[in-house]
Structures are given as structure tokens and as C-alpha cells.
């Protein structure tokens, strides 16, 4: 059944912002002591909020400057400075939603990221303008993934019921929170097999132009 509403996560969905965002804590993390390849802080905490983030980084022993508040607050000014330079989007992503104009089914973008952060993303790849007013941030909402609230929120403003609404993810609890929302989920794995996206119902795919075809939408 084609879909009422397609939401999108942003970073990693939208925008290639992930490995840019995640070199920022590790690079701060080995200022700390703590040393970690890209990939493995990509693992961790790929589709967290900065709060989860926080905990995980106390949780491996680093001393955390001030409260968590105040180590986030730094985190994203190095972040946002960093993806000021510059960022793309991901490969394809803007025919997908060309194909979703031309068949009249509406779009929205639910991140766990500031709305600050999507400002600087969607601005620098063009989307911003497709999703105005059509942005649900976990900072703004106060809730976050995996919890179900944000899609449901998402879906809600959309006047589109949650059994009608898709979700579409690259993270693990991104794919959990669509999964407890009653939403399905179609998990974008550009690198890996995707079996932790699967575990959480999420029918995995590796090429942004496969998903048209996948939710029924003709290109």
C-alpha cells in the first residue's frame, strides 16, 4: 500500500552528516583519554541523542568537563562549526523527493538533532525550503528515539494516522522507535548488511534510488 506520509530521519538519511558529527566526538574523546575509531563511535552512537551520547561517554570513564549540559553544549559548537563547511546529501535522496512531489504524497523530516543543526544541514543541501514547517526535533519536543512520541507527533501534526505513515531510518533506535509507533520502517544501510536495523522490523535497503519502487511510489 502506498504510503499516507513518509518521514525521514535527517543526518545519514537527508544529509551525509554522520561521519562529520561522530569525528567530533571522537576527536574529543581522545582528548579525554578515550580512543576510538570512527567507526566504532559511529556504532555506538549513530541515531542517540547528545544525551545518550553524554552518558555513553561517562559510562567508558571520561571525565566529562562541568555537567553533561555544559559537554554538550560544547560538542555541538565544534559540530555545527565543522558542518558549516560543508555537507552533502545523501546520494539520491533529492529524486526520491521529486517522486514523492510529483505523486502528491507529503513528506516530513523527525530528527533526534537540534533544529539548529537541521537549519545548517537542510539549508546547505537545499532541503530547507522542502521541509519548512514540516520539522520535528527531539530538542523542540522534548522526547526522543527510540521512544515512539516523535513519529507520533510527526505523524499527528501531518493529520495522517500512524498505521498510514512509513518511516525511513539508518539507525537502530531510530528503527525501535518506528517500530513501538506502529509505523513501518524501511532501514537505509549504506554500508553493512543492515541486520541491526532489521532485528527492529525495518526492511533493509542499500541505494536511495531503490526507494520509490519499495513504498510504491513511481519514480
Partial sequence: MTPALV???????LVDSEPVSNQVTVDTLADMGIHLSLAEVMDMFV??????????????????PGTDADWIETLYAETYARLRTGVDPIPGVTAVLDALDRAGIPYCVASNGSDEKMDITLGATGMAARMAGKRFSAHALGTSKPDPDLFLIAARHMGVPPHRAVVIEDSPSGALGAERAGMACFGFAAHGAGADLARHGAQVFHDMTQLPHLIGVPN
Wanted: glycine share 16%; aromatic share 4%; proline share 4%.
Fill in 7 to 13: 518521514i525521514f530521519d535527517c543526518d545519514g538519511v
Fill in 47 to 64: 541515531g542517540k541523542s547528545m544525551a545518550q551520547v553524554a552518558a555513553g561517554a561517562r559510562a567508558m570513564g571520561a571525565p566529562l
